[in-house]
């Protein structure tokens, strides 16, 4: 562990555009971005040197993997040990779009519309002597989301568009509703495959590319990319495969409620309300098994869900306002 460890640093900046198109809806236009320094890693210290054909100078054998570690000639059985350090740093650029109309006419919605990119170096890395050789994705990148929340007052009962002269049992049935949602949709996190390392240096190594990306035009849970792009490197060698080159499956949720109104006076009444949670019953999949295993472990194939995924969800409920 280094001993003269840092506080992390964040730097954070933003140019906002704002018009007002009418009086009750605003359009927003801004670039956001921030920088973080000194970001805490960890990086395999006495790591067997890579190469093939590594000889010993005086006999011309070949090295073991023992053998090639920097602290061999000081202790010949250490192993792998764990180095930390504040050497990381992470970039993150976006533009954000947003169309927000404030309440009137019984509507009001909120459109967000994100374009953004997080690259780091020196989080992800093959080679720990040269750890901040590459930038790659954040793990939790994602280009592109959009997010869509609304509220309706439907305009059917007295004192509403239609319906100002029902009976009171009419406009108790079919007055007074309301609809309010949310709708997402994210772009899939990055990922990379791996395969079974022989630099005993503490983590997976990765392949080397051949003259196809991976990518599928139509990919499916039972093949989500294409293995057969990717070979294992020669013994003792890092694989030449950048990290993030692949993406997962994007995310997509809409959840949706239905509420009545039974008033009693002017200021009290009873809701009833409708929620449901993941209305279309979307299955957001989580990412594709990526360890290279030469067709014996399902590589490329997807057999979980992501984070925050669930099945549909219904619930019913009162409420009393007073």
């Not at 933003?14 to 009086?23: A, E, G, K, M, V």
């Not at 009976?167 to 899939?188: A, C, D, E, F, R």
């Not at 109104?261 to 949670?277: C, D, G, I, K, L």
Request: charged share 15%; aromatic share 14%; glycine share 10%.
């Amino acid at each position: 562990m280094d001993p003269n460890l840092k506080m992390t640093r964040a730097y954070q900046w933003s140019f906002n555009l704002q018009r007002s198109i009418t009086p009750n809806l605003l359009v927003d236009a801004a670039y956001v971005g921030n920088s973080v320094n000194a970001i805490f890693i960890g990086v395999p210290g006495n790591f067997p040197a890579p190469g093939q054909n590594l000889t010993d100078p005086v006999t011309g054998r070949p090295l073991s993997l023992q053998e090639r570690r920097p602290y061999y000639s000081i202790d010949p059985e250490m192993g792998t040990f764990g180095k930390g350090f504040n050497a990381g740093v992470s970039h993150y650029h976006s533009l954000q779009l947003k169309i927000e109309k404030r309440f009137s006419g019984g509507l009001q919605f909120l459109t967000s519309y994100t374009v953004s990119k997080v690259l780091q170096r020196g989080v992800n890395h093959a080679d720990p002597d040269n750890y901040m050789g590459g930038k790659s994705p954040a793990a939790f990148d994602t280009p592109q989301r959009l997010v869509v929340s609304y509220s309706y007052e439907l305009p059917f009962g007295r004192r509403k568009h239609f319906g100002q002269s029902w009976n009171s049992i009419t406009n108790g049935v079919l007055g007074n509703w309301q609809v309010s949602g949310i709708t997402t949709y994210m772009s899939g996190f990055p990922f990379q495959p791996s395969i079974t390392s022989t630099l005993d240096n503490g983590q997976p190594n990765v392949p080397n590319r051949t003259t196809c990306s991976g990518k599928l035009s139509d990919p499916t849970i039972d093949r989500w990319f294409d293995p057969g792009c990717f070979v294992a490197p020669p013994v003792n060698v890092i694989g030449n495969m950048g990290y993030g080159i692949l993406r997962g499956p994007g995310f997509r949720n809409w959840d949706f409620s239905l509420m009545k109104n039974f008033p009693w006076t002017e200021s009290r009444f009873v809701q009833f309300r409708a929620e449901f949670f993941n209305l279309p019953n979307n299955v957001n999949f989580g990412l594709p098994n990526a360890f290279l295993c030469d067709g014996g472990c399902g590589e490329g194939t997807i057999t979980s869900l992501a984070a925050g995924s669930r099945p549909r969800q219904i619930q019913f409920g009162l409420k009393i306002y007073f």
